[in-house]
C-alpha cells in the first residue's frame, strides 16, 4: 500500500519548524511509513565507521539525518 505525501524526492523544501527552522534543500528520500524525509544539509549529522573496503581509515562522516514530514513545506 502507497500513502500520499505532499513532498516527493527531487523536491525543493523549506523546513518550517524545529531546530533545522529556515533551512532549504533538496529531498533526498521519502518515509511515508515513519512518517520522515531526509533533506540534503537541513539535518547533518555525524557517524563514527569501522575501517572496509571502502573506507581503509574507518573515521568520523557526516550524513544528513531524517525530518519529520510535517515540519517541511514544500517550494515552488
Given at each position: 500500500?502507497?500513502?500520499?505525501?505532499?513532498?516527493?524526492?527531487?523536491?525543493?523544501?523549506?523546513v518550517?519548524?524545529?531546530?533545522?527552522?529556515?533551512k532549504?534543500?533538496?529531498?533526498?528520500?521519502?518515509?511515508?511509513?515513519?512518517?520522515?524525509?531526509?533533506?540534503?544539509?537541513a539535518?547533518?549529522?555525524?557517524k563514527?565507521?569501522?575501517?572496509?573496503?571502502?573506507?581503509?581509515?574507518?573515521?568520523?562522516?557526516?550524513?544528513?539525518?531524517?525530518?519529520?514530514?510535517?515540519?517541511?513545506?514544500?517550494?515552488?
Open positions: 500500500m502507497r500513502i500520499k505525501t505532499h513532498v516527493r524526492k527531487g523536491d525543493e523544501v523549506e518550517v519548524a524545529g531546530n533545522h527552522k529556515g532549504r534543500g533538496t529531498v533526498l528520500s521519502v518515509n511515508a511509513a515513519k512518517g520522515q524525509v531526509v533533506v540534503e544539509g539535518r547533518v549529522m555525524k563514527a565507521i569501522r575501517k572496509s573496503e571502502q573506507n581503509p581509515d574507518g573515521g568520523i562522516i557526516e550524513q544528513d539525518g531524517p525530518i519529520a514530514i510535517s515540519n517541511v513545506k514544500k517550494i515552488s
